[in-house]
């Protein structure tokens, strides 16, 4: 079973600065809870295939692909007009009209009319434990206001008086406005919310059950697949793993901190490091970035030990504490109720 390893698992895992246990033992009885798998949406067979499409490369690439679209049109625009080339002409007037806002209005008609509306239907009933979903929902509907109130000052005649106080341009500004408090702001201020209650629910006896029970477990990692966070149960469950094999192998240096790692260890830990860790990760997990470039300093220098990933473990735990864990616990306390 995948996650046989998980029941036997009681390492105490290295210390902070502050020499508190990152990673504790608890000694609780779990309760049995009525956790209903088959509720739970899945998209693990589509999240799979598909993951490459979430990584850093691949948005990458898709950025500078929009940009290039935009750039063509505009450096032809700039080549045969007067009014927009690079030493324009003075132009009196509205102008914010002509054949050269064809380009402009026609990819903004397409984002408004076509892209908006089939991403919005494609997004309906996902919910992602880091809020995306809601960024791009405002997104699209802040834009999709802002560019009809813009085309309609723009072209309009009767506004012409109105225009030169509020011109028809700050309606894009205020939609970027609207757009850095949803995609900013907002995620700001529940982060330093979400960090001072992982201060106060350290010991949550519920998650803790979960992650010692392998059929709890694998439910919470369904419901992660379906947040778009199975990365950090798939990042645990590795370096648990591997972390209760090596000490089995190494059960007389217990109290040695460069104990022994064999060949076969040092292929595990580094292949845990290009799934999870590495730039051009298939799964990357979100720690901080001191964090990701000791482990990377250690593992390229070959100053590799028990200890190497016992930090990354800490944070993945406290983010799987606070945000899937919270979802999940409200959605199985919602599933009871009903």
Not at 29 to 47: A, G, N
Not at 167 to 192: G, K, R
Not at 277 to 304: E, L, V
């Amino acid at each position: 079973m995948a996650h046989a390893q998980l029941t036997s698992v009681s390492t105490t895992f290295g210390s902070n600065s502050g020499g508190t246990n990152l990673i504790r033992r608890y000694s609780f009885t779990c309760e049995e809870k009525s956790i209903k798998p088959s509720t739970l949406r899945s998209q693990e067979d589509w999240y799979i295939r598909h993951r490459g499409i979430f990584t850093n490369r691949f948005i990458l690439k898709l950025v500078l692909g929009c940009l290039a679209l935009q750039l063509l049109p505009t450096l032809v625009i700039q080549y045969y007009s007067q009014n927009f080339a690079l030493y324009p002409q003075v132009q009196t007037g509205n102008c914010v009209t002509g054949w050269e806002f064809i380009p402009v209005y026609t990819t903004s008609l397409i984002y408004v009319f076509i892209l908006c509306p089939i991403m919005i239907i494609q997004l309906h009933g996902f919910n992602d434990v880091y809020g995306i979903k809601h960024e791009l929902m405002s997104d699209f509907v802040v834009g999709s206001i802002a560019f009809l109130l813009y085309a309609i000052f723009a072209v309009s005649p009767s506004l012409k008086n109105v225009i030169k106080v509020f011109p028809a341009a700050h309606w894009s500004v205020l939609a970027l406005m609207v757009s850095h408090i949803f995609s900013i702001v907002i995620p700001t201020i529940q982060a330093i919310r979400s960090s001072t209650e992982e201060e106060l629910n350290d010991n949550n006896p519920e998650f803790e059950c979960i992650l010692e029970d392998p059929e709890k477990f694998e439910v919470f990692q369904k419901f992660c697949v379906s947040n778009f966070t199975v990365e950090t149960t798939r990042f645990y469950e590795r370096c648990i793993k591997f972390r209760t094999r090596a000490e089995r192998m190494n059960l007389d240096q217990k109290t040695d901190k460069t104990l022994i790692l064999d060949g076969e260890l040092i292929t595990e830990i580094q292949s845990i490091y290009e799934m999870f860790i590495a730039p051009s990760a298939a799964f990357p997990i979100q720690i901080d970035r001191a964090t990701a470039r000791q482990i990377a300093k250690d593992i390229f220098s070959g100053t590799i030990t028990l200890e190497i990933f016992d930090l990354a473990v800490y944070e993945v735990r406290q983010q799987m504490l606070s945000m899937s864990f919270s979802q999940f616990s409200s959605l199985n306390a919602s599933q009871s109720s009903s």
